[in-house]
């Protein structure tokens, strides 16, 4: 049920060309070129098809340092990546400004540009509500003159949709159309709205139109007054046979600091209330307290969310209690692909009794199933409320959910790997005129470490690999593991390579970047399993393909 993510073309990693972090100096960067300049510098290896290969590398190398070295560039590269530098509006950007002012530059253009593309298309937004009754589970009707059957009856007692488009008509005016139809217990009712929106400075205003139980017209607007305080307010007129009833709102909202709004909001008209809200949001939680004076019903609220955002979940409960009684929610809404979402709320209050609201956000729609289960509260109601939808959850995420996403991820890495096969294939190559251009570098440092019992690479794999882990690259070759296996590739000479003065750091990025390197099994989760010996001691260590590395770790419990 993944969706599919826009596949980007796979982009060079300059920092990973030159083994420098992201954090480097221009004294590291230049240093750590200086280092490879000496390596593939064409005129160190003659004229034969080593030098078009060292050619090759040299200018790669070389256009990592242009860019790293130049602070507007590299600017741009850490924000945008390799396509910002050819983006559109290069041009305009003074060669004068500060990185950090490149940066905010190049930022503004790929909004302008995404709000371009926005406005070409409507925005369509949907809701769809269908209420059902299942109170006959938990508190069968009795009665000699009614035959209840003998399953329980469950009814849709009603049913609700809402739809609305948007129409770019300029950059500053935007027109909408929204409609809705309701039906409950038989007796329905519907309306539509056609709004026209138009920016101005500090602010926008709106003219509204429609119809439903009789005509409307509404006019409604936003300013900023201050950095921290804006007002929005509206009026509408309801035109009846008989009558025009007036509506006047109107909102005054405070910014209190960083993560909190304050919000002072009238209505008048056809339903009265005085509110006041304050509101937090963070990137962990959210919370919300409203306290509301009102015709019919006064009440005060409080809402919590946590949100656990590497597992895409978020937890809620609520109270809310006034003239109408008391209502307490609890529930739960998990990610389930990047623009699909499922949450279940269990609802239990007095007069109300118990519900069961399921929700669906697939996108911008959004499907609510409030199941009304029991008129009181009963346990059992409460019980089934909680269980049966984590079960349901579950079941459909072993058996749909995560075979669905799976089959998803295994073709979007099948496309993005058809659209970068030329560059995979030619970064393959790269990665082999490298190894072999090394030759002279890597007998040296190999003679440097073991006359001062330093650090020598015995073996190291790159890779998707499980077998190998526990075996050196020796007996792993013997086994037949790496010329069976295409995921793993030897790169003990290119990490010897980046040994000095007996040390070896590699730093946050793929390796796959690297010098010597490339990538085996591309979209597939890979490590780097290293065997060394230090001051005359043997050690293996493996490391996710993003991790850091420094060695020796003389410490590691894997000292053999």
Same mark, same amino acid.
């Given at each position: 049920?993944?969706?599919?993510?826009?596949?980007?073309?796979?982009?060079?990693?300059?920092? &990973?060309?030159?083994?420098?972090?992201?954090?480097?100096?221009?004294?590291?960067?230049?240093?750590?070129?200086?280092?490879?300049?000496?390596?593939?510098?064409?005129?160190?290896?003659?004229?034969?098809?080593?030098?078009?290969?060292?050619?090759?590398?040299?200018?790669?190398?070389?256009?990592?340092?242009?860019?790293?070295?130049?602070?507007?560039?590299?600017?741009?590269?850490?924000?945008?990546?390799?396509?910002?530098?050819?983006?559109?509006?290069?041009?305009?950007?003074?060669?004068?400004?500060?990185?950090?002012?490149?940066?905010?530059?190049?930022?503004?253009?790929?909004?302008?540009?995404?709000?371009?593309?926005?406005?070409?298309?409507?925005?369509?937004?949907?809701?769809?509500?269908?209420?059902?009754?299942?109170?006959?589970?938990?508190?069968?009707?009795?009665?000699?003159?009614?035959?209840?059957?003998?399953?329980?009856?469950?009814?849709?007692?009603?049913?609700?949709?809402?739809?609305?488009?948007?129409?770019?008509?300029?950059?500053?005016?935007?027109?909408?159309?929204?409609?809705?139809?309701?039906?409950?217990?038989?007796?329905?009712?519907?309306?539509?709205?056609?709004?026209?929106?138009?920016?101005?400075?500090?602010?926008?205003?709106?003219?509204?139109?429609?119809?439903?139980?009789?005509?409307?017209?509404?006019?409604?607007?936003?300013?900023?007054?201050?950095?921290?305080?804006?007002?929005?307010?509206?009026?509408?007129?309801?035109?009846?046979?008989?009558?025009?009833?007036?509506?006047?709102?109107?909102?005054?909202?405070?910014?209190?600091?960083?993560?909190?709004?304050?919000?002072?909001?009238?209505?008048? $008209?056809?339903?009265?209330?005085?509110?006041?809200?304050?509101?937090?949001?963070?990137?962990?939680?959210?919370?919300?307290?409203?306290?509301?004076?009102?015709?019919?019903?006064?009440?005060?609220?409080?809402?919590?969310?946590? %949100?656990?955002?590497?597992?895409?979940?978020?937890?809620?409960? &609520?109270?809310?209690?006034?003239?109408?009684?008391?209502?307490?929610?609890?529930?739960?809404?998990?990610?389930?692909?990047?623009?699909?979402?499922?949450?279940?709320?269990?609802?239990?209050?007095?007069?109300?009794?118990?519900?069961?609201?399921?929700?669906?956000?697939?996108?911008?729609?959004?499907?609510?199933?409030?199941?009304?289960?029991?008129?009181?509260?009963?346990? &059992?109601?409460?019980?089934?409320?909680?269980?049966?939808?984590?079960?349901?959850?579950?079941?459909?995420?072993?058996?749909?959910?995560?075979?669905?996403?799976?089959?998803?991820?295994?073709?979007?890495?099948?496309?993005?790997?058809?659209?970068?096969? &030329?560059?995979?294939?030619?970064?393959?190559?790269?990665?082999?005129?490298?190894?072999?251009?090394?030759?002279?570098?890597?007998?040296?440092?190999?003679?440097?470490?073991? %006359?001062?019992?330093?650090?020598?690479?015995?073996?190291?794999?790159? $890779?998707?690999?499980?077998?190998?882990?526990?075996?050196?690259?020796?007996?792993?070759?013997?086994?037949?593991?790496?010329?069976?296996?295409?995921?793993?590739?030897?790169?003990?000479?290119?990490?010897?390579?980046?040994?000095?003065?007996?040390?070896?750091?590699?730093?946050?990025?793929? %390796?796959?970047?690297?010098?010597?390197?490339?990538?085996?099994?591309?979209?597939?989760? %890979?490590?780097?399993?290293?065997?060394?010996?230090?001051?005359?001691?043997?050690?293996?260590?493996?490391?996710?393909?993003?991790?850091?590395?420094?060695?020796?770790?003389?410490?590691?419990?894997?000292?053999?």
């Amino acid at each position: 049920m993944d969706d599919n993510d826009e596949l980007d073309y796979v982009e060079e990693d300059f920092y &990973a060309t030159l083994n420098v972090p992201r954090t480097a100096t221009e004294e590291e960067i230049s240093k750590a070129y200086r280092n490879w300049s000496r390596v593939f510098h064409p005129d160190k290896h003659g004229n034969g098809e080593n030098k078009q290969k060292a050619e090759l590398l040299f200018n790669r190398t070389k256009k990592a340092y242009e860019v790293l070295s130049d602070p507007h560039q590299r600017a741009i590269y850490d924000s945008l990546g390799v396509k910002g530098l050819e983006t559109e509006g290069w041009e305009i950007v003074h060669r004068t400004k500060t990185p950090s002012e490149i940066r905010e530059e190049y930022e503004r253009l790929a909004r302008d540009r995404e709000e371009r593309r926005l406005q070409q298309k409507t925005n369509p937004r949907g809701n769809i509500s269908v209420h059902i009754n299942a109170t006959d589970f938990f508190s069968r009707y009795d009665d000699e003159f009614y035959d209840s059957g003998f399953l329980p009856s469950i009814e849709v007692s009603g049913m609700s949709m809402s739809q609305s488009i948007e129409a770019p008509l300029s950059r500053t005016e935007i027109a909408t159309l929204a409609g809705s139809l309701h039906l409950q217990n038989g007796v329905g009712s519907g309306s539509f709205l056609l709004s026209g929106k138009r920016l101005i400075n500090k602010g926008w205003f709106e003219v509204d139109c429609g119809a439903g139980n009789g005509p409307v017209l509404g006019a409604k607007g936003s300013r900023n007054i201050t950095n921290r305080i804006f007002f929005t307010g509206g009026t509408t007129f309801h035109f009846r046979p008989n009558s025009i009833i007036p509506g006047l709102s109107g909102t005054v909202a405070v910014q209190l600091d960083k993560h909190t709004l304050g919000y002072l909001t009238y209505n008048a $008209g056809l339903q009265n209330s005085m509110s006041t809200v304050v509101e937090r949001n963070t990137e962990k939680y959210h919370y919300n307290l409203n306290a509301t004076l009102g015709i019919p019903h006064c009440y005060v609220a409080a809402t919590y969310t946590r %949100k656990l955002v590497e597992q895409g979940l978020k937890l809620r409960i &609520a109270v809310k209690g006034g003239t109408f009684g008391v209502l307490s929610e609890c529930g739960a809404e998990k990610k389930v692909s990047k623009y699909s979402a499922v949450s279940a709320t269990v609802c239990v209050g007095v007069p109300s009794g118990v519900t069961l609201k399921i929700k669906i956000i697939r996108s911008t729609q959004t499907y609510l199933f409030p199941i009304h289960l029991s008129d009181e509260i009963v346990p &059992a109601a409460i019980f089934y409320a909680t269980v049966t939808p984590l079960l349901t959850y579950f079941v459909l995420k072993k058996m749909l959910f995560d075979p669905m996403n799976e089959a998803t991820k295994q073709k979007n890495i099948e496309k993005v790997k058809e659209t970068n096969s &030329a560059r995979m294939a030619e970064k393959r190559r790269e990665a082999e005129s490298a190894i072999a251009l090394m030759g002279a570098l890597y007998t040296r440092i190999c003679k440097e470490e073991r %006359k001062s019992d330093g650090l020598l690479i015995v073996s190291a794999l790159y $890779g998707k690999f499980n077998d190998a882990e526990n075996v050196t690259l020796e007996e792993a070759d013997e086994m037949g593991f790496i010329s069976q296996n295409p995921f793993v590739i030897d790169v003990r000479i290119p990490l010897q390579c980046l040994v000095k003065d007996s040390q070896l750091t590699l730093y946050t990025s793929s %390796k796959s970047e690297l010098p010597g390197f490339y990538d085996p099994c591309f979209g597939e989760e %890979k490590q780097l399993k290293i065997d060394y010996e230090y001051r005359n001691s043997a050690h293996s260590l493996v490391f996710g393909d993003g991790d850091e590395v420094h060695l020796p770790a003389v410490s590691s419990e894997s000292s053999a």
